[in-house]
């Protein structure tokens, strides 16, 4: 029950005690007159003188007189009182501060006479004087609650238009209005607080934490509205920049100079786009990023295509990296289905990765993926195939101590037309899509043999990279034991590097081929170690000659405590296995300290030698 609605019950409920009180006091006024009434009536009838009454009869000729309300008869001739009352008499009345009864005894003293009378005109004179007053009370209640109700609905009227009218003059309660602009700027700053908390999260919800770019679900957004315009065919671009660069420098750098190359790429495409109205930057996965530009025509799409490979170029030069990133580009027009655009903008970007480093290409005509870009690329490498386009890389990794001997680990890199690089990890996923991975793993293992047979003195070692899809290839597995055992004296020299993930996820398929190495003489060694959980169990199942513990154990490993018990541990249990422990990924002089400190075997990475041709 709110104030109001208090006020008003507490307010009747005083009138009704008010009411109460009147009546009481009236009565209280006119009881004396009422027993001064009685006393008359006694000397007026002589009472006092009455024969005496000895039977029923005698007291209804008094009775007769019709002014009593009560009389009771004693006397010594009557064995019990007699008793009259009168049945019309008013109990409300005479319950409310009743009248004494006036008593005569007779002048022999025999006879006692109690009575009470009635007065209908002092009683008419009664019923009027409460009428009025109870009237008048109810009178005054109806008027309390119209003014109340009146001044209650001006109140809220004032308040409400103080709230919502900025240049309300204000209500005439000071004191209220002071609170009522106290509690509104309050208001308005909580509401302001949780408008900005509620604009956080949505970009929270849509933005990439890594580069502050928007993510894929708002990619996915915008590029749907576009599409799903239908006032109008609306024309757009669509760009699908890849960074090519993050799986190897990941490898080899570690995940934080990783998370570095994607910023700034990142910082460089922001750069280009800021001068141009209405264009979006996304971040779509790890090495993709997206630009969807409205209103936008093709000409305006190459100029800024153009002005980012610069950008790469230089970004290459002073990082010492083999390329940047590649950029596909296509047409956006309202009414196509998703797929379409993003399959059109896929086979650009693959061109564009066939083309030359940090290049780019426009594909506005759709094609079926399954008929054009799967042929597109296996030409490609059919070409690469024929012509054995590719270059292999070597970068040292140095022995700490006498027990190990270092050895040579083997890059391959990819040309394409006018010897334009073509990005690795581009190369080997297009090849397993159109089942040429194996054919493509044969060209280098065959190419890195008949180097190794030129460049070999017989103490030189090489390392060389299986992919996953060759090991669990039996096929593969078989040419490459024949290969080995044909070539004896290359084979031990050869060093076969698998990727620790790859081996855990196919065990059987991985002891077979463990097997088959130490068959033929040839060293084995598990690459990214220490990223997984079944690390450990890999030693006593497959027994490498190497392990090369990952560069993001190594990255801070100089800051991080936790890192140093776990690569110490590391290279503790492998030298209990008589294997040798290699640290991926050093850059600085303090990490290759603290390894050597360790009693670690050997270390690769930019601090001892960049990779150079081989």
């Known amino acids: 029950m709110n104030d109001y609605k208090k006020s008003l019950w507490i307010s009747n409920l005083i009138v009704l005690l008010f009411a109460v009180l009147v009546t009481f006091a009236v009565k209280l006024i006119f009881n004396p007159l009422l027993s001064q009434q009685q006393e008359l009536i006694a000397k007026e009838l002589n009472l006092q003188n009455s024969p005496l009454i000895t039977n029923i009869e005698q007291l209804n000729e008094l009775i007769e007189h019709q002014v009593f309300d009560f009389i009771k008869v004693s006397n010594s001739d009557l064995p019990a009182p007699l008793v009259h009352e009168d049945p019309q008499l008013s109990r409300f009345f005479s319950s409310l501060s009743p009248v004494a009864s006036t008593t005569v005894i007779s002048s022999s003293g025999s006879q006692l006479i109690e009575f009470t009378v009635h007065n209908s005109q002092l009683f008419t004179l009664l019923t009027q004087i409460l009428f009025v007053t109870y009237t008048a009370l109810i009178i005054s209640a109806s008027l309390i609650n119209i003014v109340y109700y009146r001044l209650y609905k001006s109140i809220e009227t004032s308040l409400v238009h103080e709230i919502s009218d900025e240049q309300s003059p204000g209500?005439?309660?000071?004191?209220?209005?002071?609170?009522?602009?106290?509690?509104?700027?309050?208001?308005?700053?909580?509401?302001?607080?949780?408008?900005?908390?509620?604009?956080?999260?949505?970009?929270?919800?849509?933005?990439?934490?890594?580069?502050?770019?928007?993510?894929?679900?708002?990619?996915?957004?915008?590029?749907?509205?576009?599409?799903?315009?239908?006032?109008?065919?609306?024309?757009?671009?669509?760009?699908?920049?890849?960074?090519?660069?993050?799986?190897?420098?990941?490898?080899?750098?570690?995940?934080?100079?990783?998370?570095?190359?994607?910023?700034?790429?990142?910082?460089?495409?922001?750069?280009?786009?800021?001068?141009?109205?209405?264009?979006?930057?996304?971040?779509?996965?790890?090495?993709?990023?997206?630009?969807?530009?409205?209103?936008?025509?093709?000409?305006?799409?190459?100029?800024?295509a153009k002005e980012l490979k610069s950008k790469f170029d230089q970004y290459q030069n002073v990082n010492e990296l083999e390329s940047i990133a590649y950029?596909?580009?296509?047409?956006?027009?309202?009414?196509?289905?998703?797929?379409?655009?993003?399959?059109?903008?896929?086979?650009?970007?693959?061109?564009?990765?066939?083309?030359?480093?940090?290049?780019?290409?426009?594909?506005?005509?759709?094609?079926?993926?399954?008929?054009?870009?799967?042929?597109?690329?296996?030409?490609?490498?059919?070409?690469?195939?024929?012509?054995?386009?590719?270059?292999?890389?070597?970068?040292?990794?140095?022995?700490?101590?006498?027990?190990?001997?270092?050895?040579?680990?083997?890059?391959?890199?990819?040309?394409?037309?006018?010897?334009?690089?073509?990005?690795?990890?581009?190369?080997?996923?297009?090849?397993?899509?159109?089942?040429?991975?194996?054919?493509?793993?044969?060209?280098i293992l065959e190419t890195v043999v008949s180097q190794c047979r030129h460049k070999s003195d017989g103490s030189t070692r090489w390392g060389i990279n299986i992919t996953g899809s060759a090991i669990q290839n039996s096929n593969f597995i078989v040419w490459l034991e024949r290969l080995l055992l044909r070539e004896p004296n290359i084979a031990g020299s050869l060093i076969f590097e698998m990727q620790e993930e790859v081996l855990d996820c196919n065990l059987v398929a991985s002891k077979r081929v463990f097997d088959m190495l130490k068959r033929t003489g040839t060293r084995s060694a598990i690459c990214n170690f220490g990223k997984g959980i079944g690390s450990f169990r890999l030693f006593k199942e497959l027994k490498p000659d190497f392990v090369k513990i990952d560069a993001s154990l190594i990255s801070n490993i100089e800051r991080d405590s936790a890192n140093q018990q776990f690569v110490r541990m590391i290279i503790d249990v492998a030298h209990r296995m008589d294997c040798r422990v290699i640290a991926e990924g050093i850059e600085h002089l303090e990490q290759k300290q603290i390894l050597e400190n360790m009693y670690i075997d050997g270390v690769q990475g930019f601090l001892i030698a960049r990779p150079s041709p081989l």
């Open 171 to 304: 209500s005439p309660f000071v004191k209220v209005s002071e609170q009522l602009h106290q509690q509104k700027k309050l208001f308005h700053k909580a509401l302001q607080n949780q408008e900005k908390q509620i604009v956080d999260l949505a970009r929270q919800v849509n933005m990439d934490n890594l580069t502050g770019l928007n993510n894929r679900h708002a990619f996915r957004k915008e590029l749907t509205e576009i599409l799903s315009e239908e006032e109008e065919q609306k024309h757009a671009i669509l760009s699908i920049i890849r960074a090519s660069e993050l799986n190897t420098i990941n490898s080899q750098r570690g995940f934080q100079q990783g998370d570095d190359y994607i910023v700034n790429i990142a910082d460089i495409i922001t750069q280009v786009t800021d001068r141009f109205s209405a264009v979006s930057v996304f971040r779509i996965s790890g090495s993709d990023f997206a630009l969807i530009a409205r209103e936008m025509n093709v000409s305006e799409a190459q100029r800024i």
């Open 327 to 443: 950029n596909g580009i296509s047409s956006i027009i309202s009414g196509q289905l998703p797929e379409q655009v993003l399959a059109r903008t896929d086979m650009a970007l693959a061109k564009a990765q066939t083309e030359g480093i940090n290049s780019w290409a426009f594909e506005q005509h759709d094609h079926d993926e399954n008929q054009f870009g799967q042929q597109h690329w296996r030409n490609i490498i059919d070409s690469i195939i024929e012509k054995r386009a590719l270059m292999l890389l070597h970068q040292p990794i140095q022995a700490i101590h006498r027990n190990m001997k270092g050895y040579q680990e083997i890059f391959t890199r990819f040309l394409g037309e006018n010897n334009s690089m073509i990005p690795t990890e581009t190369v080997f996923a297009m090849a397993q899509r159109v089942d040429m991975s194996v054919k493509l793993e044969q060209l």
